[in-house]
Structure formats: C-alpha cells, structure tokens
C-alpha cells in the first residue's frame, strides 16, 4: 500500500519582525504536520502567533522587515524558498486563505462576481466568461441564493453572511488542496456564525481538502476539527486529536483554556480565567513562555526551552511537568 505523505510539514519555524525600534518574536520554532484531508483548529489568546503561522504557510510577509527561517513544505514544495512564479502559482491553487473580514479580500469597486471570474480566468488561462461559469456554480455550492443575480453585487451590497460565503467562493475558485480559515466567524452574529460552519464542514468533506480553522474558540474547535494546535508565545505548546485533548489536556495553558470555556461546562461549575496576561513578545520570558502564570511552575521551568514530550502516540506537549500530569490522569 503507498505510504500517504503529510500535506504539510512545518519544522522549527520562526518569524521575527524587525523595526528600528525593536524586534517582535512573532513564531518561535514551531512544529506540525498535517495528512490530506485533516482539519485542523489553531487555538490560542490574542497576539500568540497564530495569524502569523497561517500567513507563512503562503510566504505572505513584506520581506524587508520580516526574518523567516526554519521548513515549510505544502504539497511537497518548500515553500520559502520556491520562485516568484511558483509562489503566485501555489497561492490560490495550492493554498488559500479566507479571512476575518471579507472586504479585506475583496476590491470594493468591482462586482464580486467579475473578482471571481478574473482569479480563476488568471489560475487555469480560461476566458472571462469561462470564469464567470465557473463562479456562479462556485456561488451555488457555496449557498448563496439568487446566485445568478448575487454575481453582479458589489461587495458592500451583499450581507455580512453572504460576503463571508462569497470569500469562501473565491478561496475554493481554483480547487486548493489546503484552505487556511483565520477567524472566518468572529465578524458574524452567532446564528450566521454556526451556518458558515456548518457550510465549510460540509465543503471539507464534499472536497477533501485539508483545513486549518484558526479560533480562539474551544467549542468551534471541537466541532469542526480532528485535531487542535494550541500555541502560546509563538510556539506551538500542545497538540492532539480534539476529543482526547479536551478530556485530558496535557499542557496547564491547554487545561487553563478549557477551564475558562463556556463549552461543555456542568452549569453550576464557575468559569476560571486565567491569570496575568501573555508576555511581551519583544521581550520573552526565559524557558517555559507560560511559566509566570502557571500555578505548576517551578525554578526548573525558566532554565530552558521546554523540550516537546510525546507521551502516547499522536499527542505532544512542550511542558516538563507532562510527566507527571499523565500519572495524575491514569
Ligand atoms: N507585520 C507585523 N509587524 C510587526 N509585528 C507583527 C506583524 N504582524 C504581527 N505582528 C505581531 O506578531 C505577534 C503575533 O501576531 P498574530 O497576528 O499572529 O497573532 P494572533 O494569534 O493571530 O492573534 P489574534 O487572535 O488577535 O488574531 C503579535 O505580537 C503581533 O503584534
Ligand atoms: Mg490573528
């Protein structure tokens, strides 16, 4: 039987930002793999890298103030360093990307329908009107009602729901192996918010595409995902299949964040938050980045980087104190 290669290795993977004043530590060797088909979720508080991540699995970073090193294979190509060319070929045919708020993605004084349109005329060197078959049935397996008519909005015309569905239309206009999803539902009212869920669930599976749904949601997570990534500080500090990691979480943020999540939660249980806030990513804390706020730490947490411990098959932590928490679990 031929071995499934990963869709996506990523190997010790760094972004810093550098500007006159400072310079901000954005990733700090991060690690993950991913197999074709899989979703993923990125979980983790405000500021922890996981927007950053998302935009280095397409290079998309002004290259004069940014500093990137480590491996970023997709699809088998290593994409820092792949060719201008290449790059512009693997974006949006390889990889895509759907954001928080839509009208970032879309030019405000051309109708959604002609955007399409150009994108895939552009991708597969088909005419105009090639593309703009290609949209309307792009509208259609997106939902969006009266797509016909839709085609010819602006941007600003279409609802909050039906722009978010249109910028799924175009993420998926030249069949990406790997949709890269960074809060496509914060902007949304709660009811929209679960339909547009539901809707790239049902895509991922109708398409078999690999997705990697960036939240700050516990809940979202567990509906959508096999597996989660948590990231504090720029590194990835836990991961694991969903359920097994939200049953038994091994890292004390991953546990932190189940605590202070409305998901799943007996009523009469209070919610806990946790304390202190993340550190300053131009100046980080020595060893465990979460070790100030962790009620487990101890002096040996700040001594050094805390190696990745793997203590069952597919689970990961970057905790020494993971050792101990199984034995408390078993
Ligand atoms: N272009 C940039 N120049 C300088 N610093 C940046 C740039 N982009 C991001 N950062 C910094 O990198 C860090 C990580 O940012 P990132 O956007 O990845 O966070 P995030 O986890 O996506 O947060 P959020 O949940 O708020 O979207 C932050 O400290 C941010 O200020
Ligand atoms: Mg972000």
Do not use: W
């Not at 310079?23 to 793999?33: D, K, L, P």
């Not at 593309?131 to 600003?156: E, M, N, Q, T």
């Not at 995902?225 to 948590?230: I, K, L, M």
């Not at 979460?290 to 002096?299: E, T, V």
């Amino acid at each position: 039987m031929p071995v499934t290669e990963p869709l996506v290795e990523v190997e010790d993977l760094s972004v810093t930002f550098v500007s006159r004043e400072s310079e901000v530590r954005a990733v700090n060797g991060v690690n993950f793999t991913m197999m074709p088909g899989e979703v993923m979720c990125m979980l983790g508080e405000s500021g922890s890298g996981k927007s950053v991540t998302m935009r280095a699995l397409m290079r998309l970073f002004p290259p004069k103030r940014s500093v990137i090193s480590g491996r970023v294979r997709v699809a088998g190509q290593d994409v820092l360093s792949l060719s201008d060319s290449a790059l512009r070929r693997l974006r949006g045919a390889t990889v895509s990307m759907i954001f928080q708020e839509p009208m970032t993605a879309f030019d405000p004084v051309v109708r959604v329908g002609d955007q399409i349109a150009e994108v895939v005329a552009l991708h597969r060197g088909v005419s105009h009107r090639e593309g703009r078959k290609r949209a309307l049935d792009l509208f259609d397996l997106v939902r969006i009602p009266s797509a016909a008519r839709r085609l010819d909005a602006y941007p600003h015309e279409l609802s909050g729901g039906l722009r978010q569905r249109a910028m799924i239309a175009l993420a998926l206009s030249c069949d990406p192996k790997l949709l890269l999803a960074d809060e496509p539902t914060t902007a949304l009212d709660a009811t929209v918010q679960i339909q547009v869920l539901i809707l790239l669930r049902r895509l991922q599976k109708e398409l078999g595409m690999s997705v990697i749904f960036v939240t700050h949601d516990l809940g979202v997570a567990a509906e959508i995902a096999d597996r989660v990534a948590v990231m504090y500080a720029g590194r990835v500090v836990e991961t694991g299949p969903v359920r097994d990691l939200m049953r038994n979480p091994l890292h004390p943020y991953t546990a932190g964040l189940l605590a202070s999540t409305v998901h799943d939660q007996p009523r009469d249980r209070e919610l806990e938050t946790i304390p202190g806030a993340p550190p300053d990513m131009r100046n980080l804390p020595p060893g465990c980045s979460f070790a100030p706020r962790c009620s487990l730490s101890a002096a040996d947490c700040t001594a050094g980087t805390p190696p990745a411990i793997v203590p069952v098959p597919g689970r990961l932590a970057r905790c020494i104190r993971v050792p101990g928490q199984i034995a408390e679990y078993a």
